[in-house]
């Protein structure tokens, strides 16, 4: 977590950040924490669901910022009416999200229609021992578990569901 942020917090010349789909799990760390190390004159979340916990965090956050603007848009973001009126920002985050996009091209373009500067991506990818260059990516849902099962061993996305849920 902290490699990414510091990605992000070490960008040059940046003063507005948007954080595309960052409250699962990391309530809004890579976007808050280097915001708050640039000195972010604007501060933007784009996230559908739940968003009280990275409100919180970004109410914290303000406190080290009086002077930036906060803005949290609760829109799912592989639509691209989730872009209008999206004003421009410096640099956009896409950690950990594309996969989950129907169309990762899709989101990638209109992210990058909104970003004037940079868009850093962070997304999981296959083991070059089993896709050796010049290799293809794949989406992981058509294959079957057993192989599923074996590309994410050792991996952070290796966890065992309880036999209800389908587990083993």
Same mark, same amino acid.
């Given at each position: 977590?902290q490699l990414k +942020?510091d990605?992000v917090?070490n960008?040059? =010349?940046v003063s507005s950040?948007?954080?595309?789909g %960052?409250? !699962?799990? $990391?309530? @809004?760390? !890579?976007?808050?924490e280097? *915001? /708050? *190390?640039? %000195? ?5 979340? $784009?996230?559908h @669901? =739940?968003?009280s916990a990275y409100?919180a965090?970004?109410?914290? *956050?303000?406190? #080290?910022?009086p002077?930036?603007? &906060?803005?949290? $848009?609760?829109a799912?973001?592989?639509?691209p009416?989730? !872009?209008? @009126? ?5 640099a ?6 594309l996969? #989950? +996009?129907?169309?990762y ?5 209109? $992210?990058?229609?909104?970003?004037? /500067? &940079?868009?850093c991506?962070a +997304?999981?990818c ?9 290799a ?5 849902? &058509?294959w079957?578990e057993?192989? /599923?099962d074996?590309?994410?061993r %050792?991996?952070?996305? #290796?966890?065992? +569901?309880?036999?209800?849920? @389908? %587990?083993r």
């Amino acid at each position: 977590m902290q490699l990414k +942020q510091d990605l992000v917090a070490n960008l040059p =010349d940046v003063s507005s950040l948007r954080d595309f789909g %960052g409250c !699962y799990i $990391v309530e @809004g760390r !890579y976007l808050l924490e280097p *915001a /708050k *190390a640039l %000195g972010a004159s604007f501060v933007s979340m $784009v996230d559908h @669901g =739940d968003m009280s916990a990275y409100q919180a965090r970004a109410d914290d *956050a303000a406190m #080290h910022l009086p002077d930036a603007r &906060f803005e949290a $848009v609760n829109a799912n973001f592989r639509y691209p009416a989730a !872009y209008v @009126g999206l004003e421009p920002v410096d640099a956009s985050i896409l950690f950990e999200v594309l996969l #989950h +996009q129907e169309n990762y091209s899709e989101v990638v373009r209109n $992210v990058t229609n909104t970003s004037t /500067k &940079f868009v850093c991506v962070a +997304q999981p990818c296959l083991r070059e021992e089993w896709f050796p260059l010049p290799a293809s990516s794949t989406l992981l849902q &058509f294959w079957d578990e057993e192989l /599923k099962d074996e590309i994410r061993r %050792g991996s952070n996305q #290796h966890r065992r +569901q309880p036999a209800a849920l @389908g %587990g083993r």
